[in-house]
Each structure stands twice: as structure tokens, then as C-alpha cells.
């Protein structure tokens, strides 16, 4: 029985499941193409490894996404029937057809697009293509099919728009008009993604040699789609005390974790040896994050009994006895809270947070009636501020869409908790940007399961995801601004400025056309710009003016050398709650590091650059409001190492 039961528990399916993805992704490696128009390294073997490497993962994370969805019956089944697809794509298994027809496509002209506005771009050679160059929303590939243009549209017809960030093709234009190629979906076949479709189909199990990556020289290897269907996928997020024997949203986070482990961001190539699972284990994310919303809730709220606060936190289903009062006051602080976690990684934490906080307010209030309440109020102050001089239909709109949030017959209700949660309290920064990519996925996957599908509603009865650019960035967290010395008095211009900044990111999170967001990412370089030139004036450094001016915060691709809370978030004053797991280890001296060290030398006081975990505890501290809550998991030599002498100190 005991061996029954081992086969069938969570860690094995997982890691099976894991294993699996991993040889699939090493076998993939040297087998697909992606255009080579942004520079990763100048060293070419090195820039394609990157290339392929996160490309490939940010394709299993789309891929998984859209698996979770047609497990919820948002996506058919034909666009993974091999059966089928013989007779829709032409040359079906023999070529790299499947990726550009279907996937792609799915991608970027389906979940990306209303489905109103849904058409070809087709390939008619020039002029005509001028019309809708770089446009990323628009069905390709026409002569890759074996039906016509009105059948394919037939096929993806019962798939909702999804918004979000996630499909959002990456193939951009530069400041010249010239689209840059990173997805290659592109008419032009020398800018196309070429993955051969065995890669997704082969069904007999192949034995391959990976141990170059120290992965074994017998590995058992399959198409990603055959691999897909071997497992059981359920849409429930499990909990330490609730796990089932299948892969939750919350449990492929593993997976992801593991895969980002695979790069090497500190050598900026793909590791040559498989390294060891650098996934946090959910029981030690959920005790962290207990215990520092224990304290954060202490600390906020001194005249409620901590016994109370104990039975609130746990997952037991005894509900405390509190006031009416009181419970505003909880419910209150939880919309107050700001957390961070400078080392997001796959977002183990920030997800962790996301979910027990959702869990407080369905024991305090589990008809969602005073959450509603309390972010409808909110949100009519807001909309008085920011659209006094505007049009009454964009205020209307805005009010709408928070009764939206909570209609119990278009959501369940920890879609409403969840949302507002993540609008207003929840931050992460990394350095990778195919990190923050992933943990945004693990919150997109989190709200999109709260959704109930109607097909006789609008879209499916689906709400567009919002956009997840201001909440999650990739910057390197331990580089802060240079800022002038004597900043005693804050330019009153500089304010409104950043306001507005702020005022419009808030806006843009839940911006869902293509129109709208690109008319908001305007708006919001000219205000950088303004910006800028008002801090020149202002005497603060010109490098860190354009700095400033030049983050594009929108912009997938690219990873900040600095980072700033108050610039990328419009957080000024701190957050309350700094949680992470961040690295550890003698990496500051490596080359790609450089900058980073002599950053920490000059600025660090408490931080010695032998160990970045020093410097991050520094940086924690720097980011806390006054009597904020530090949690991370920290290396054990801090206790010992005369090298983490000044770390003691600052911790004392």
C-alpha cells in the first residue's frame, strides 16, 4: 500500500512531471530557430544559447497556460488533435508548419485580439503589407494551411481575448519604425520561429544523450503535446494542507523555478550542469508568510488580541470573534499593505502572500460585500481626482468595472479578492525578465481559474486580464539611483509630475486594447521626459535624469540596471513587508556582475560583496517603512562568517 501510495503522490507526479519538461527543453535546445535580431551577447554561441534558452521557456509557460485553459474548456481540443491537424496544416508532421499556423496564432492573433476584430495579415507582397506592418494582433500564415482564411478563423472562434501581457507578441518596432524580431511572427520567412513539429508530436519515447548538461546519456524524450496529455492538470491551488495527486497552478511553479535555474543569469549562459531545485518549498513559503502578516497585523492593529490574529492566520476553519469594527480595521490594513520581493524569481512568494490573504478575507468577510464596498469607495475618489477634467463615460466605465469584478455570475468571488489585491498591495522585481514573465503567468493562470464561462455572454463571459507591467519588473534590485545629497524639500512640480505618472500606470493595468495601451505608453515616455528635464534643473545627475527618461516599464525585453521603487512603482515611502529567498554566494565578483560590485562597495555600508545575501539584507532594510517587516531565507554562514560581520551589526 505504501508503494501504491508513493507512486501516486504529488512529489513524484511533479517531479516526473518536471523531468520530463526538462529533457524536453535541453532536447529542444540546438533544434529551433528564433530571429537573431536582439543582441543577448556579443560572443555568438553564447547569444544563441540565451536566445534559445529563454525563448524556450517563455514557450512552455505560454503553452501550460494555454493547456490550464483548455482544461477549462476555453480552448478545443481540434488545435491538438493530431488527427485533425493533418488535414488543416499542411505538411503536417513532416515540417515546422504546427508552431507558426497554430500556435502563433492562438498566441498572439486569438488571446490577444477581441474577437470582434479578429482578421488576416495576409502576405501580398509590397505595398499592400504596408498597411499592417508590425502590427502583432493579425492572422499569418495563410499558405501554411490547407483550409481557407475563413475555416481558420472558424477554428479559434470559441476562444475568449485574454489581455494580460503574456501574448503580447514581442516583435517590436524600434524608435526608427523597424520591428525588431523576437517571437518572429512574420510573414517575412528569415524573421519566422522555426520549431519542428515532431518537437510537439513525436509519440514514441526517444533515448537521447544529455549529459553535456549532466542531465544523463540515456534520457527518455517525447513531443511537449504527448507529454501534456500524460498528466492530470487540476484548476484547484493547493495548499500545504490540501494538496491533490496532480499539477496545480501552484505546484508547476516547481517546474518553472527549476527551468530558470537551468540559466545561469550571473555567467549569462545556460548551465552546462543541471543545478540543484532552487524551488522554496510551499511549507516554508506559507509559514514566512504567516508569520510576517502576523507582525504586519500586530504592529497595525495593537488593541486586537494576538490569540485572535493566531486563529485568523491558520488554516483552521474556526472564524475569531470580532467586532464589526474590528473586522473593517483588518480588512482596512490588508488593502494598506504594500509587500515586495526583490528576488521574485518564478513568484513563490508574491503568490504565497497573494493566497493567504485572500484566505483572511473569505473568513472575515465571506460575502466579498464589505471588500466590494471598500474598493468601490476608493475607486469613486480616484475617479473624481482623475477624471475631473474627462469625459463622464470613461468614470462610468471605471465604476462599472468594479461591479464587474464582483458579479458572483460572471466570477467566483476570490476572483474580486484577488484582483485588488494584486492592483494595490503586491510588488516583485527580478533581473531576469523571463523570471518576472513567469511569475506574472502564475497570477494570470490564479485569476483566469476565479472565471466562470458563459458562452452567451460577451466574450465568454471572460473579463480581460489586466496588465501586469507595473506590478512585476525586471531590474536589478541591489543598483539604486544616484540622487542629490541635500534633498530636503521636494520640487512641488516634480510631485505632480510623478502623480500623473503614477495616476496613469494605475489606469494602464487595466488598459485592454492594443490602442489604448499604446496611447498610455506614449503618454507615459512624454511624462518621463518631462520629468527628467525637471530633475536636471533640480541638480540631480544627469546619468540618473535619464535613466529616468529611457526605462520603458512596458517593455518586456528589457531588464533596468537600477531599480527604484518610487520611479518604477511610486512607492515613496516603503513597503511594509520585504519577503524573498534571495541568492546567495560569492557571484559579485563575476564579470557580468561588475557593476553591481563596485555599486555595493561605494554605497553599502553594512554589506560586505563576498556573499550578494549580504547586500540584499542591506537593500531589505532600505526598502522598509519604519517598523516593516523583513523575512527572507538567508544563508547560515551569517551566524559565523566573519564576512557577515557588518550584516550582524545592522541586524543587531
Same mark, same amino acid.
Given at each position: 500500500?505504501?508503494?501504491?501510495?508513493?507512486?501516486?503522490?504529488?512529489?513524484?507526479?511533479?517531479?516526473?512531471?518536471?523531468?520530463?519538461?526538462?529533457?524536453?527543453?535541453?532536447?529542444?535546445?540546438?533544434?529551433?530557430?528564433?530571429?537573431?535580431?536582439?543582441?543577448? @551577447?556579443? +560572443?555568438? =554561441? %553564447?547569444?544563441?544559447? /540565451?536566445?534559445?534558452?529563454?525563448?524556450?521557456?517563455?514557450?512552455?509557460? &505560454? !503553452?501550460?497556460?494555454?493547456?490550464?485553459?483548455?482544461?477549462?474548456?476555453?480552448?478545443?481540443?481540434?488545435?491538438?488533435?493530431?488527427?485533425?491537424l493533418k488535414d488543416i496544416i499542411k505538411d503536417f508532421g513532416k515540417k515546422h508548419n504546427y508552431y507558426n499556423a497554430i500556435i502563433q496564432n492562438l498566441f498572439f492573433a486569438t488571446l490577444n485580439s477581441k474577437i470582434e476584430q479578429r482578421g488576416w495579415a495576409k502576405d501580398e507582397g509590397y505595398p499592400k503589407n504596408k498597411s499592417n506592418y508590425g502590427v502583432k494582433t493579425l492572422f499569418r500564415y495563410e499558405n501554411k494551411f490547407l483550409i481557407n482564411e475563413n475555416e481558420v478563423l472558424e477554428l479559434f472562434?470559441?476562444?475568449?481575448?485574454?489581455?494580460?501581457?503574456?501574448?503580447?507578441?514581442?516583435?517590436?518596432?524600434?524608435?526608427?519604425?523597424?520591428?525588431?524580431?523576437?517571437?518572429?511572427? @512574420?510573414? +517575412?520567412? =528569415? %524573421?519566422?520561429?522555426? /520549431?519542428?513539429?515532431?518537437?510537439?508530436?513525436?509519440?514514441?519515447?526517444? &533515448? !537521447?544523450?544529455?549529459s553535456s548538461y549532466g542531465l544523463g546519456s540515456n534520457k527518455k524524450v517525447r513531443g511537449l503535446i504527448n507529454i501534456l496529455r500524460s498528466y492530470n492538470f487540476t484548476t484547484d491551488e493547493a495548499t500545504p494542507i490540501?494538496?491533490?495527486?496532480?499539477?496545480?497552478?501552484?505546484?508547476?511553479?516547481?517546474?518553472?523555478?527549476?527551468?530558470?535555474?537551468?540559466?545561469?543569469?550571473?555567467?549569462?549562459?545556460?548551465?552546462?550542469?543541471?543545478?540543484?531545485?532552487?524551488?522554496?518549498?510551499?511549507?516554508?513559503?506559507?509559514?514566512?508568510?504567516?508569520?510576517?502578516?502576523?507582525?504586519?497585523?500586530k504592529t497595525k492593529l495593537p488593541d486586537i488580541e494576538e490569540d485572535k490574529l493566531d486563529i485568523l492566520l491558520s488554516y483552521s476553519e474556526e472564524i475569531p470573534n470580532f467586532s464589526e469594527e474590528q473586522r473593517q480595521k483588518i480588512m482596512s490594513a490588508i488593502d494598506e499593505i504594500k509587500i515586495i520581493d526583490p528576488a521574485c524569481g518564478s513568484g513563490a512568494f508574491p503568490m504565497g502572500i497573494l493566497h493567504k490573504l485572500v484566505y483572511i478575507l473569505q473568513k472575515i468577510d465571506p460575502d466579498n460585500k464589505q471588500w466590494h464596498e471598500l474598493q468601490y469607495h476608493k475607486a469613486l475618489k480616484e475617479s473624481e481626482a482623475v477624471f475631473k477634467e474627462k469625459n463622464k463615460h470613461e468614470r462610468e466605465e471605471m465604476l462599472k468595472e468594479i461591479n464587474e469584478a464582483f458579479d458572483d455570475s460572471i466570477n467566483y468571488p476570490d476572483y474580486a479578492r484577488k484582483l485588488y489585491l494584486i492592483e494595490n498591495?503586491?510588488?516583485?522585481?527580478?533581473?531576469?525578465?523571463?523570471a518576472i514573465q513567469i511569475s506574472k503567468l502564475r497570477f494570470f493562470i490564479s485569476l483566469v481559474l476565479d472565471q466562470k464561462v458563459d458562452r452567451n455572454k460577451e466574450n465568454f463571459g471572460i473579463r480581460a486580464l489586466p496588465n501586469l507591467e507595473t506590478k512585476f519588473v525586471s531590474a536589478n534590485t541591489l543598483i539604486g539611483l544616484e540622487k542629490p545629497k541635500q534633498l530636503q524639500f521636494r520640487n512641488p512640480e516634480i510631485e505632480n509630475k510623478e502623480r500623473e505618472l503614477k495616476e496613469l500606470r494605475h489606469r494602464y493595468f487595466t488598459a485592454k486594447t492594443r490602442t489604448q495601451k499604446l496611447r498610455l505608453q506614449e503618454k507615459d515616455k512624454k511624462i518621463r521626459q518631462e520629468i527628467a528635464n525637471l530633475l536636471k534643473k533640480d541638480d540631480w545627475p544627469g546619468e540618473t535624469a535619464h535613466k529616468i527618461a529611457s526605462f520603458d516599464i512596458f517593455d518586456q525585453n528589457a531588464s533596468?540596471?537600477?531599480?527604484?521603487?518610487?520611479?518604477?512603482?511610486?512607492?515613496?515611502?516603503?513597503?511594509?513587508?520585504?519577503?524573498?529567498?534571495?541568492?546567495?554566494?560569492?557571484?559579485?565578483?563575476?564579470?557580468?556582475?561588475?557593476n553591481t560590485e563596485e555599486f555595493v562597495k561605494k554605497h553599502y555600508q553594512h554589506s560586505t560583496s563576498n556573499d550578494i545575501s549580504s547586500p540584499f539584507i542591506e537593500r531589505g532594510f532600505d526598502l522598509l517603512l519604519n517598523h516593516g517587516?523583513?523575512?527572507?531565507?538567508?544563508?547560515?554562514?551569517?551566524?559565523?562568517?566573519?564576512d557577515f560581520s557588518k550584516s550582524r551589526e545592522l541586524l543587531a
Open positions: 500500500f505504501e508503494e501504491i501510495k508513493r507512486a501516486f503522490s504529488v512529489e513524484p507526479v511533479t517531479k516526473q512531471f518536471y523531468e520530463e519538461i526538462q529533457n524536453w527543453y535541453f532536447w529542444a535546445m540546438d533544434k529551433v530557430t528564433f530571429p537573431d535580431d536582439y543582441k543577448y @551577447s556579443e +560572443n555568438a =554561441e %553564447k547569444d544563441r544559447e /540565451i536566445r534559445n534558452a529563454t525563448s524556450l521557456i517563455r514557450l512552455i509557460t &505560454r !503553452i501550460i497556460f494555454i493547456w490550464f485553459l483548455k482544461e477549462k474548456g476555453l480552448i478545443p481540443e481540434i488545435l491538438f488533435d493530431p488527427d485533425n472562434k470559441d476562444i475568449p481575448f485574454l489581455n494580460g501581457g503574456l501574448f503580447d507578441c514581442l516583435d517590436k518596432e524600434d524608435e526608427t519604425g523597424k520591428v525588431i524580431y523576437i517571437d518572429g511572427f @512574420s510573414r +517575412n520567412p =528569415e %524573421k519566422q520561429a522555426i /520549431i519542428p513539429d515532431y518537437l510537439f508530436f513525436q509519440e514514441d519515447e526517444q &533515448r !537521447i544523450n544529455l490540501d494538496q491533490e495527486i496532480a499539477l496545480d497552478p501552484e505546484l508547476l511553479g516547481k517546474v518553472f523555478e527549476n527551468l530558470l535555474a537551468s540559466y545561469n543569469p550571473e555567467t549569462a549562459t545556460t548551465a552546462r550542469k543541471a543545478t540543484g531545485s532552487y524551488y522554496t518549498p510551499r511549507e516554508i513559503v506559507d509559514y514566512m508568510v504567516e508569520e510576517c502578516l502576523k507582525e504586519y497585523l498591495c503586491i510588488y516583485g522585481v527580478d533581473i531576469q525578465p523571463i533596468a540596471d537600477w531599480f527604484d521603487p518610487e520611479w518604477m512603482f511610486g512607492v515613496v515611502d516603503g513597503f511594509d513587508i520585504v519577503i524573498g529567498n534571495p541568492p546567495y554566494g560569492d557571484i559579485l565578483g563575476k564579470d557580468i556582475n561588475k517587516n523583513l523575512v527572507y531565507i538567508i544563508t547560515y554562514a551569517i551566524t559565523f562568517n566573519k
